[in-house]
């Protein structure tokens, strides 16, 4: 089915933003065949046009049978202002590329892109999942990926590389084969909590260096990983891949997995647990504790910190006067928990910046906002994912000196949030926590990226408009993420006004209507049965 959309020249032209993005609406879904887009059915890839939106601006419809390959056509092209002072990238699916290498929703996201470079956006991230490349030891599969970047390099945008050493629950992607079997024998490899629970999506920062991987360190193993992409991406690196995300931990960030229980819906958490207690890390701390004269400290993390789901003020530990974190101990222990974590993430970054420093590409690594419980003296929420920071002592100086070190860029999530939407008994304070972060990266002149949790958190887009355009500016925001819901009727016109308001289109003059002639654009993708936009 071919949809022509008419317009007489007459009338103002409608840009080809508003027909090929926020007039439709995209939905991603499974199906048999996953680069088929089907129309109008559950669970699948969907175009709807918004009808009666048209019709106020003017437009009528036309209905004809037609079969078309995926093209984008234009007689007369409308030129977008790049967007100054910063660069916005959308992130695609988290399952853009999996289950054997092959392309998931190919055509959905070919048609994505297309809606984000008529929109004006720069470009792409895109997940590269370490289980998905390396299911055997030392032999890549990098098809699906390299079939990925193709498809932005032809939409003519822009492609940041996140590079996942890590596993994700929803959609499941887990670790290598080979790295889930050897931590069936060997569990130490992951973290574990205080009941010895342990945490198996990434392995625990105390085997770096330690030949846990059939003979190989973990460091040895990530370095193959990424000189293998960097061969294999050589003819995309520094044209059509700007910047590359280093993976630093759970959800690829430089932090303990302190919250992997998972959290109760409509209760508020509590400060998390220490993962210190798989056999490595306490290794790792009994060293410690001997170098410094106090062995007996080195037997175990905090005994008096609260579990997962009590509130921070429950046990002694965190408690905002005269709990034990302040005291000689709590010292102790804290400066080696987190000076563990900065030492991996230095571990990693060196790495990375080693290897694609002769490229022109730009090397990231995600910091968390671990905001709950900020307004507390403690901040139990930092302290337990490795951030020694409290009311009376900055622990993001260590961090960002260990980034400006290694000429890296710092990638904040959490850019949407407000003090104002937090939950009150949290005593969260999201903004306060980023600008505290920002701060101290300004002094070390580490620049900051960022980006959203999630889209559709309450007054996200205005907060986020806040951060990007406010006193310390970004040079890179990535938008989280391609799917239903982003192209959906309920979010899209809101992402699309969001893209506006950083910079606005500008037609070139032979764009403009004549009363003698009229422009002719399309947008056409391919479906079954095919939708084809025209305006003029």
């Given at each position: 089915?071919?949809?022509?959309?008419?317009?007489?020249?007459?009338?103002?032209?409608?840009?080809?933003?508003?027909?090929?993005?926020?007039?439709?609406?995209f939905c991603f879904g499974k199906s048999n065949d996953k680069n088929k887009i089907f129309?109008?059915?559950?669970?699948?890839?969907?175009?709807?046009?918004?009808?009666?939106?048209?019709?106020?601006?003017?437009?009528?419809?036309?209905?004809?049978?037609?079969?078309?390959?995926?093209?984008?056509?234009?007689?007369?092209?409308?030129?977008?202002?790049?967007?100054?002072?910063?660069?916005?990238?959308?992130?695609?699916?988290?399952?853009?590329?999996?289950?054997?290498?092959?392309?998931?929703?190919?055509?959905?996201?070919?048609?994505?892109?297309?809606?984000?470079?008529?929109?004006?956006?720069?470009?792409?991230?895109?997940?590269?999942?370490?289980?998905?490349?390396?299911?055997?030891?030392?032999?890549?599969?990098?098809?699906?990926?390299?079939?990925?970047?193709?498809?932005?390099?032809?939409?003519?945008?822009?492609?940041?590389?996140?590079?996942?050493?890590?596993?994700?629950?929803?959609?499941?992607?887990?670790?290598?084969?080979?790295?889930?079997?050897?931590?069936?024998?060997?569990?130490?490899?992951?973290?574990?909590?205080?009941?010895?629970?342990?945490?198996?999506?990434?392995?625990?920062?105390?085997?770096?260096?330690?030949?846990?991987?059939?003979?190989?360190?973990?460091?040895?193993?990530?370095?193959?990983?990424?000189?293998?992409?960097?061969?294999?991406?050589?003819?995309?690196?520094?044209?059509?891949?700007?910047?590359?995300?280093?993976?630093?931990?759970?959800?690829?960030?430089?932090?303990?997995?302190?919250?992997?229980?998972?959290?109760?819906?409509?209760?508020?958490?509590?400060?998390?647990?220490?993962?210190?207690?798989?056999?490595?890390?306490?290794?790792?701390?009994?060293?410690?504790?001997?170098?410094?004269?106090?062995?007996?400290?080195?037997?175990?993390?905090?005994?008096?910190?609260?579990?997962?789901?009590?509130?921070?003020?429950?046990?002694?530990?965190?408690?905002?006067?005269?709990?034990?974190?302040?005291?000689?101990?709590?010292?102790?222990?804290?400066?080696?928990?987190?000076?563990?974590?900065?030492?991996?993430?230095?571990?990693?970054?060196?790495?990375?910046?080693?290897?694609?420093?002769?490229?022109?590409?730009?090397?990231?690594?995600?910091?968390?906002?671990?905001?709950?419980?900020?307004?507390?003296?403690?901040?139990?929420?930092?302290?337990?994912?490795?951030?020694?920071?409290?009311?009376?002592?900055?622990?993001?100086?260590?961090?960002?000196?260990?980034?400006?070190?290694?000429?890296?860029?710092?990638?904040?999530?959490?850019?949407?949030?407000?003090?104002?939407?937090?939950?009150?008994?949290?005593?969260?304070?999201?903004?306060?926590?980023?600008?505290?972060?920002?701060?101290?990266?300004?002094?070390?002149?580490?620049?900051?990226?960022?980006?959203?949790?999630?889209?559709?958190?309450?007054?996200?887009?205005?907060?986020?408009?806040?951060n990007m355009l406010g006193e310390n500016k970004i040079d890179l925001f990535t938008y989280?993420?391609?799917?239903?819901?982003?192209?959906?009727?309920?979010?899209?016109?809101?992402?699309?006004?969001?893209?506006?308001?950083?910079?606005?289109?500008?037609?070139?003059?032979?764009?403009?209507?004549?009363?003698?002639?009229?422009?002719?654009?399309?947008?056409?993708?391919?479906?079954?049965?095919?939708?084809?936009?025209?305006?003029?």
């Amino acid at each position: 089915m071919e949809v022509s959309v008419i317009r007489s020249s007459s009338q103002a032209k409608i840009s080809k933003t508003e027909l090929g993005c926020s007039d439709l609406r995209f939905c991603f879904g499974k199906s048999n065949d996953k680069n088929k887009i089907f129309s109008r059915k559950p669970n699948s890839v969907c175009f709807e046009s918004q009808i009666s939106r048209f019709r106020k601006a003017g437009l009528r419809f036309t209905l004809k049978a037609v079969h078309s390959d995926p093209v984008l056509e234009s007689k007369s092209p409308a030129t977008f202002k790049s967007l100054d002072r910063l660069r916005l990238f959308v992130g695609l699916p988290l399952d853009a590329v999996s289950d054997g290498n092959s392309v998931n929703h190919a055509r959905a996201i070919g048609a994505g892109l297309k809606a984000l470079k008529l929109l004006g956006v720069e470009g792409v991230e895109l997940p590269v999942w370490w289980g998905v490349v390396e299911n055997e030891m030392g032999k890549y599969d990098w098809s699906g990926y390299l079939a990925v970047a193709e498809m932005v390099q032809k939409a003519g945008l822009k492609l940041h590389v996140s590079l996942c050493f890590h596993a994700s629950s929803q959609p499941r992607i887990p670790l290598p084969k080979w790295v889930t079997k050897i931590g069936e024998s060997q569990s130490s490899i992951f973290f574990a909590d205080r009941s010895g629970q342990h945490y198996q999506q990434c392995l625990s920062l105390a085997v770096d260096n330690l030949a846990v991987l059939d003979g190989k360190t973990p460091i040895q193993v990530y370095q193959g990983f990424c000189e293998s992409f960097k061969t294999t991406f050589s003819p995309f690196m520094g044209s059509t891949i700007t910047g590359i995300s280093m993976g630093l931990g759970p959800d690829g960030e430089l932090r303990y997995p302190s919250h992997h229980k998972p959290f109760k819906s409509g209760t508020i958490t509590g400060g998390g647990e220490f993962q210190c207690y798989d056999t490595n890390m306490l290794n790792l701390l009994k060293q410690y504790a001997e170098a410094n004269g106090n062995p007996l400290w080195g037997l175990g993390g905090p005994h008096d910190a609260p579990t997962y789901d009590q509130a921070p003020n429950s046990n002694s530990f965190f408690k905002d006067h005269g709990g034990s974190w302040e005291s000689p101990y709590g010292d102790f222990f804290l400066s080696w928990y987190s000076s563990e974590l900065v030492s991996h993430g230095n571990r990693l970054l060196s790495l990375a910046s080693s290897i694609f420093g002769d490229t022109e590409v730009n090397v990231y690594g995600k910091v968390p906002l671990m905001h709950l419980w900020y307004k507390t003296r403690a901040h139990p929420s930092e302290l337990t994912a490795g951030f020694y920071n409290t009311a009376s002592r900055n622990g993001y100086e260590a961090v960002a000196e260990m980034f400006a070190r290694n000429s890296c860029k710092i990638n904040l999530p959490g850019m949407d949030l407000s003090d104002e939407h937090q939950p009150h008994d949290a005593l969260s304070s999201p903004e306060s926590l980023l600008a505290q972060i920002r701060t101290t990266c300004n002094k070390h002149r580490v620049e900051v990226a960022g980006q959203n949790l999630a889209p559709g958190a309450p007054g996200g887009i205005e907060q986020i408009k806040k951060n990007m355009l406010g006193e310390n500016k970004i040079d890179l925001f990535t938008y989280q993420r391609m799917g239903a819901h982003f192209f959906s009727p309920e979010h899209f016109p809101s992402f699309t006004e969001f893209v506006r308001s950083l910079s606005q289109p500008e037609l070139h003059p032979d764009d403009l209507p004549s009363d003698e002639a009229e422009a002719t654009e399309s947008v056409q993708t391919s479906s079954d049965p095919n939708i084809h936009l025209q305006t003029a």
